[in-house]
C-alpha cells in the first residue's frame, strides 16, 4: 500500500526525521489560510500516490497566500498524466502545503527490500533529486548500496559510511539519527519501500526530508492498524477496488478480449496466449483458487461494464476444484448476470469432460476450447473476424501429434 | 531417481486440523505420499483421519521421524511454523501459505541461509515426483512420471506445463513451484543444480514469470553448468508496465526484470525460448525428437 | 557481576514476571516490620551472593513477627559455608523477607550463553527445586535445552514447546509472557545467567519466581548504568577488590608461595608448575600485560600481606615490555614496598640478558632462573628445603639437550 | 607453506592511530608484515609513519588491497569494527581487544558463521608465521620458522611454549592465540584440519585450559581425522574449582571443562600429554627424535 506523501511525512516525523513544516488543503481555501500561517514562499504538492508529479505540473510555488489559493483552485480536480499513472491519469484531490525550504545540497536515501539476498538494504546517493534511476544510468559509481544483516541491524560503521560518502562529517549526529530511526520505521511498520528524494541539507547546514515516499506491504497491514487506517479508497479505481472486496484480483488494459483465469501466472500466460493469437486483452483477472458462482458473476459483472469488450475468454485449470463444479458456477452466475458477448471457456483438470458437457449442453452461447491456444484462436476469429491470424495458427494442425 | 521427493519421503503437515491442510493431507496420502503426522498446537493426540496430530513439531519428529514438513499455517502464524520445522531438525520444509508479511521472510531467510534447509515457497503449489509422492496442493492425475524437470514461479502455469507435456506423450522427473513471494527459499540455480545430477531427468522445463532477477542469474548458471537441454517460457510478455515496482525497487534490478531482459539471458545460455505458452508441450516434444534425436 | 536475589527479583519484576512480595531487612527489627506488613508465615532468606545457601542454614521460616525477628538477629553476621565459597564462608549482611508461597509443583528455568554454539539457550525442566546439575545427572531426559537465534529471538513455537514439555497449557499466557520478558531482559542488561530456581505453580495454578539469580557480564557494565549501581562492594574479598582497583586480577589461594605473573594462562601454568615441583601457590595473580613499577608493588603488597607466604615468584614473559623495564620496575617497586621473603624471578623475552643482570647487581636477595621449571624447583627448595624433590627434577639435567 | 598467513599477507590495521594500534602496526612492519593500511574514522588522510589512515574499511579496502584486517579498537566499538571488516570483504581478521561484551560477540559470531570469515580472537595474541608475518602482539624474536604448528587459548602461554619449542632446536610453522574469550571467532578444529594438511607443519602442539569443552572436541576431531603427532598442554591442573562458573554453565558442559576431562580426551585420541608446562620443549623435542625418528 502507497501512502501519500504527508502521511509519510507524519510517520518519518514521529521517528524524528526532521520534515518542512506544513499542512495538508483539502479545499482552496485552506490553502491560503495555510500560507498565511506559515508565512511565504510556499510549496503546493499534489498528493497523488504516483511518481512524476512534478513534472506533470502538479508542484508549485506562491508567493502570496492569495497566490497559494488560485494555484490550489487550479489543482484541484485536476487529472495528472505521468509514465505510471498510463493514460487516464489520476486526479488531484488534496494538496500539501509547505513551506519553501532553503537547498545547499539535494541527496537520495531509501530503504527497500533486496529480493535477491532476502535482506532490507539502503540505498543513498549525493545525487538527490532526480529519479535514482537515472543516477544508477548516468552515474553508478555514484550509488551507495549497504546491505543490512537482519541479524544485527543497521551498524555504526554502516552510518560511518554515509557519512563519508555522501560528505555529512558536519552533521553526523542527525545522518545517524535519521539512519537509524528510519530504518527502525521501515521495521516497525512492515515498509517494502522507504524513499526520501530528496533528502536535502539546508543552508543552515541542518538534513530535512523535503520528499517522501513510504509503501507498505499488502500482507503485513493486518498487524499494523495505525496504517491501516491511512489507507485511501479515493486513490483505488473503482472496478479494481470492487474486485478486490470480492477477493478478485482485477487490472484494467485498453483491449477487447475480457478475460477470467484462475491463477496470477496462468493468468498472464492466458494474456500472452492472446496477444500472440493478434487478439488484445481487456483486462486482467485472477478469480483465485476457488472459482464459485459469486465470484465468477461477479468477475462477469466487471469485465462486462467495459463497453470495448467483444469476447470473454474464461480459462480455468481445475487443480483444486473439479471442472463440473466450475461450468455448474458459470452457468449460475450468467442467471444473475446478463452477458451479450460470446464467451469462449477452456475448461482442464478434474472431471473436465463432464463440465464441457455441461456448457455445450447449456443452451448458452459458449464455445468450448480443449486447450488454451485453440480458445486464443477462437476468441481472436471473434473479435478479428476479418483479419488473417497470425503465425500460431500454423501450427494448429500439429497439436494431435 | 527424480529429485528431493521420492516414494520413501516422509511428511508431517503442519496445520492439518485447518480445512486446506485436512483437505491437501488426505489427498497427498491417497495419491500415495506416506503422510506420517500431523501438527497442530491444541490438538495433540487426536487424529485426522488415522493420521496421528502433535501439539508441536518436536514431538511429531520424535514419534514419525519425518523428513519432509508441508505447512498450510495461516500467514500470521506461517513464519513460525516454517522456523518450528527448522528447529526440529527437518530439512525439506513445503509452504504453501500464500501471503506472509515480507519481514517475516526476511527473517526465516536469514536463520535457514546456514542451517542447510530446502526451504520450497512460501506461496507455491508444491512439489511432486509423479507415481512416488505428492507433497502440495497440485492435482495428481495431469503428472506422469517421466524425463522432463519442471521448475515454476507459479502454480497454474506449473499444472498447464505439466498438463501440455503429459499430453505430448512425455512425462515428469519432479515438478515444483518454486513460490511466487518477494522472497522464498529457493532460486532456480538450486533445481537446476540438482536436475542437472539426476540420471532420469533428460531435459529441463523453466517456467518464469516478469520481474526479479531470478530468471537471469538462472542464464547464467545454465551457461556455466547444465549440459541437458533446457526450456523455457516466461509470462507477462503483455502485462502492462510500471504498475508494481517502487524507485528503490527499480533500481537494485537495473534494467533486468522485463520478459525481453529474460529471453536475451536465456537465449545467450543456450536455453530454446517457448514465447507462446500454447506451444509449450510441441515445442519440447519436436525439439528433443528432432534436434537431440530422443526416441520418444 | 552476581545480582543478589533481591536485586535479580527486582530487575525481574520491573519485566513483569510474577516475584513474592517481600522486602529487604537490614536489621532485624526491619525483618519484624516486614513480618507485620506481609502477614505470617514470612521467609527470611539470606542475600549472599553464592549458591547452597539453604543446605548452609541460610534460610528460615517465621510463624510470627517475633520468630521473624530472632531468626533476623541470628542470620545477621552470621558466616554461611557452602561448596562455592570455599572454607572461608560468606557473611551474611542483608535478609530478604518474603511472604510464603503455596506450591503445587517446582519447575527450573534459566537463560544462558552456550559457548560452543555462541548463543543464548533456554534451560528449563518439570524438575525445580534442586541443583540443575543434579537433575542432569539423574534425569537427562527432563531437561529443555532451547537455543536461541539472536537474529529473530525467542519465538512462539518455542514457548509451545515449554508450554507442552513442562505441562503449562493452563499457564500458557503466563508462561509465554514471562519468557518473553525474560529473553527481553536477559539482552537488554547484558546478563550471562539468568535463573529461577524454582520457579513454581501455586495452588491458584499461577507462575511465581521463587528464587531468582541473575549474573551480568562484567565487560557490558559500562553501557547498563542502572546495573552498575546495584554492584555491592561488602560481598568482596577486600583484596581482590583492591588488586581490581589497580588493574590487577587477583584469586587468594592457600598455599605458601605467592605468585606474580603476567597473562592469566601463564599465571595458571606458573601455578601448574609450582604443584608439580611440590610446592603450593598462595595465589592466583595476573598482573596484566604491562608491568609497571606500581602495578608490582601493588602486588608485593598484598601478596606479602598474607603470613602464610614463604616467597614470592615472579614469572614475568616480556612480550611487549622490555625486560630491562620490568627489572626495573620490580627494583622500583621493592623501594616501596618491604619485602622480607626470598624472591626468585624468572624473566624472558627481550632484553632478558640486561633486566637478569640488573636484578643480581641490585645487592637484593633475589634468585635468578633461566626458566620455570628451573623456577619452580629453586622456589620449592626454598619453601620445603627438608624435601626431596619430585620426578620433576630428575629431568632438570636434560635441559641443555 | 604455514597456514593462513604468508609472506603475500596484506595486513590494514583498525585502530591505528590508538597507542596500542600505532605502536603493534609499526611493530608489524619491522617484523616484515605488509603493513598497507589503517583506520581510524575522522582521520582518513593521515598517515602512520607512511601508512595511509582511511577513514573507513571499504576505503582502506579499495585503496590498498588487503585480505588481513589487524583489530585495536577499543571493547565498546570492536564488535562493530570487526563487523566492518566483514562488511567491507575482509576474510580474515584478528581482533586484539579484550573486554567485549558476550552478546557483542553473539551477534558478530552470527554474521560471520555464514560467510567463511576466519575470525582470529577476540581477546588473542593473533597469528604468526615466523620469517613472514606478524599479524598481533606477540614478541616475534622468540619464534623460529620449522615445523610445529601451535594453537592456543592463552597469549603469553602461547609465547612460553613457542619460546621452549625454539630453545630446543625446533621451531614453527605458524602459532596462534584462539582467544581467550566465551565467544571466538574459531575453535581448534579449524586450526587442526589446516595443520594438518599443510606440508610444512610436522607436529602440531595444543595449549588449553580449563573451562569449555573445545579441548574435548578437538580430541574427538584428531581421533577421526588428524595423522601427525599432537601435543598437548592444557593450564589449571592447580586452579581453585567452582569460582566461576554458574549453575547453567555447568550443565551445557556436562562433566566437561575439568583437566582430567581434557586429558583424557586428548589421550584416548592419542595426543601426546605434556602435563608439567615446564617440559613442553624438551618433550616435544624428545619424543618426536624418539618415537617418531624425526631427524633433528
Known amino acids: 500500500m502507497k501512502l501519500h506523501e504527508y502521511q509519510a511525512k507524519e510517520l518519518m516525523s514521529q521517528y524524528e526525521v526532521p520534515i518542512p513544516e506544513g499542512r495538508v488543503a483539502y479545499f482552496p481555501y485552506d490553502a491560503w489560510m495555510v500560507a498565511m500561517e506559515l508565512g511565504f514562499p510556499v510549496v503546493l504538492k499534489a498528493q497523488v500516490l504516483t511518481g512524476g508529479r512534478g513534472k506533470a505540473g502538479g508542484v508549485k510555488i506562491a508567493k502570496t497566500a492569495d497566490e497559494a489559493r488560485d494555484i490550489a483552485q487550479e489543482l484541484f480536480g485536476k487529472t495528472l498524466v505521468t509514465a505510471q499513472t498510463g493514460p487516464q491519469g489520476v486526479k488531484v484531490r488534496k494538496l500539501l502545503v509547505e513551506k519553501v525550504s532553503s537547498i545547499k545540497r539535494e541527496l537520495y536515501f531509501s530503504i527497500t527490500i533486496d529480493r535477491t539476498i532476502g535482506k532490507p538494504v539502503v540505498i543513498a546517493s549525493k545525487r538527490g533529486g532526480m529519479s535514482i534511476e537515472e543516477v544508477s544510468e548516468l552515474y553508478p559509481e555514484d550509488i551507495i548500496k549497504i546491505p543490512i544483516d537482519p541479524a544485527v541491524g543497521f551498524l555504526p560503521y554502516q552510518i560511518r559510511r554515509l557519512k563519508y560518502d555522501l560528505d555529512l562529517v558536519e552533521q553526523e549526529k542527525e545522518i545517524s539519527r535519521i539512519v537509524s530511526n528510519l530504518y527502525k520505521l521501515f521495521m516497525d511498520k512492515d515498509c517494502s519501500l522507504l524513499e526520501m528524494n530528496p533528502l536535502v541539507v539546508t543552508d543552515t547546514n541542518h538534513l530535512v526530508a523535503l520528499d517522501a515516499k513510504i509503501e507498505i506491504d499488502d500482507n503485513a497491514i493486518f498487524r499494523r492498524k495505525e496504517i491501516a487506517k491511512m489507507r485511501d479508497l479515493t486513490e483505488y479505481d473503482p472496478d479494481e477496488l470492487e474486485a478486490r472486496f470480492a477477493g478478485l484480483n482485477f487490472i484494467k488494459l485498453d483491449g477487447d478480449i475480457g478475460c477470467m483465469v484462475n491463477g496470477a501466472g496462468l493468468a498472464m500466460a492466458t494474456m500472452d496466449v492472446i496477444k500472440f493469437a493478434g487478439g488484445n486483452p481487456a483486462n486482467f483477472l485472477d478469480v483465485g483458487g476457488e472459482a464459485t458462482p459469486d465470484t465468477i458473476a461477479k468477475g462477469f459483472e466487471i469485465i462486462t461494464r467495459d463497453p470495448k469488450v467483444k469476447a470473454i475468454f474464461i480459462n480455468i485449470f481445475g487443480g483444486i476444484v473439479r471442472c463440473d463444479k466450475v461450468a455448474n458456477g458459470i452457468l449460475q452466475a450468467l442467471k444473475t448476470v446478463e452477458v451479450k458477448v460470446p464467451i469462449v471457456v477452456r475448461l482442464t483438470g478434474m472431471n473436465k469432460e463432464e463440465g464441457m458437457e455441461m456448457l455445450k449442453n447449456s443452451g448458452l452461447a459458449f464455445s468450448v476450447a480443449q486447450d488454451i491456444k485453440e480458445a486464443a484462436h477462437m476468441i481472436t476469429q471473434i473479435t478479428k473476424p476479418k483479419k488473417e491470424e497470425n503465425q500460431t495458427t500454423k501450427e494448429t494442425n500439429k497439436k494431435e501429434k | ?296
Not at chain 2, 490438538?43 to 523428513?67: L, M, R
Not at chain 2, 508441508?70 to 511454523?81: E, G, K, R, S, T
Open chain 2, 1 to 296: 531417481m527424480a529429485i528431493v521427493v521420492y516414494k520413501t519421503s516422509r511428511v508431517i503437515v503442519q496445520g492439518i486440523t485447518g480445512k486446506e491442510g485436512r483437505y491437501h493431507a488426505l489427498a497427498c496420502r491417497d495419491y500415495g505420499t506416506k503422510v506420517v503426522g500431523g501438527v497442530t498446537p491444541g490438538k495433540g493426540g487426536s487424529d485426522v483421519d488415522g493420521i496421528p496430530v502433535f501439539n508441536t513439531v518436536e514431538e511429531a519428529v520424535q514419534k514419525t521421524n519425518p523428513n519432509v514438513s508441508l505447512i498450510f499455517v495461516p500467514p500470521p502464524f506461517a513464519a513460525d511454523a516454517i522456523l518450528e520445522a527448522v528447529g526440529s531438525g527437518i530439512k525439506i520444509i513445503v509452504c504453501i501459505t500464500e501471503g506472509i508479511p515480507v519481514l517475516d521472510m526476511v527473517k526465516v531467510k536469514r536463520v535457514i541461509e546456514k542451517e542447510g534447509i530446502i526451504l520450497i515457497g512460501p506461496n507455491c503449489p508444491g512439489i511432486i515426483t509423479p507415481d512416488a509422492s505428492k507433497i502440495g496442493i497440485m492435482p495428481g492425475h495431469i503428472f506422469k512420471r517421466g524425463s522432463i524437470g519442471i521448475i515454476s514461479r507459479s502454480g497454474t502455469l506449473l499444472y498447464e506445463t505439466a498438463d501440455q507435456i503429459s499430453k505430448v506423450g512425455l512425462g515428469q522427473s519432479t515438478c515444483l513451484g518454486i513460490g511466487g513471494d518477494p522472497i522464498v527459499g529457493t532460486d532456480y540455480i538450486f533445481w537446476l543444480e540438482r536436475f542437472e545430477q539426476d540420471p532420469e531427468t533428460e531435459a529441463i522445463m523453466i517456467v518464469g514469470e516478469i520481474g526479479g532477477d531470478a530468471e537471469e542469474k538462472a542464464a547464467e548458471y545454465i551457461k556455466a553448468h547444465v549440459t541437458k537441454p533446457v526450456f523455457a517460457f516466461v509470462a507477462g510478455a503483455s502485462a502492462p508496465k510500471g504498475r508494481r515496482m517502487g524507485h528503490a525497487g527499480a533500481i537494485i534490478m537495473g534494467k533486468k526484470g522485463t520478459v525481453e531482459s529474460k529471453y536475451n539471458a536465456l537465449k545467450e545460455a543456450g536455453v530454446h525460448i517457448i514465447e507462446n505458452p500454447g506451444y509449450i508441450g510441441e515445442t519440447i516434444y519436436k525439439t528433443l525428437k528432432e534436434k537431440y534425436h530422443f526416441s520418444i
